[in-house]
C-alpha cells in the first residue's frame, strides 16, 4: 500500500518536473546569454526580465497553492511564443504541446481547480 501511495506521487510529478526541465534551461539561457539577436526582441534588459519572469512562474508552477497562477503564466508565456513562432514562419508545434502539457501537468496534480462542483 505505501510503494503504491510513493509511486502514485512519483507519477503524479512527472509531467510537472518534465515541464520544468523545460522552462529552467531556458530561462536560464535568456538571463546569462541575453545578447541574443535572432529573437524578435534583441535589448538584452528585456530578454534577462522575461527569464527573471519564467523562472517565478515556474517557481509558482511547482508550489501547490500557486499552482494555477504559474500555470497561468506559463500558459500564457508559450502562447505568445506560438504566435512569434507562426509570424516568423517558424514551427510551432512543439510550442503548443507545451502549452498543453503545462496545463495537463497541472491538472494531474490538482484536478479540483479544473472540475466545477454544482
Known amino acids: 500500500m505505501k510503494t503504491e ?4 506521487k ?3 510529478w512527472l509531467p510537472s518536473l518534465i515541464i520544468t526541465l523545460f522552462f529552467i534551461p531556458n530561462a536560464l539561457d535568456k538571463i546569462f546569454n541575453s ?3 535572432d529573437k524578435i ?3 538584452s534588459t528585456i530578454m534577462i526580465a522575461t527569464g527573471i519572469f519564467l523562472l517565478i ?3 509558482l508552477f511547482l508550489y501547490n497553492k500557486t499552482i494555477l497562477v504559474g500555470t497561468i503564466l506559463l500558459a500564457c508565456y508559450m502562447t505568445f ?3 512569434i513562432h507562426m509570424y516568423k514562419g517558424k514551427p510551432y508545434e512543439v510550442a503548443i504541446l507545451i502549452v498543453m ?4 501537468a497541472s491538472f494531474i496534480r490538482k484536478p479540483n481547480l479544473y472540475i466545477q462542483n454544482k
Not at 5 to 8: N, R, V, Y
Open 35 to 37: 545578447n541574443q539577436t
Open 41 to 43: 526582441v534583441a535589448n
Open 81 to 83: 511564443i506560438v504566435f
Open 57 to 59: 512562474s515556474t517557481a
Open 5 to 8: 501511495k510513493i509511486l502514485s
Open 101 to 104: 502539457a503545462t496545463i495537463f
Open 10 to 12: 512519483i507519477l503524479m
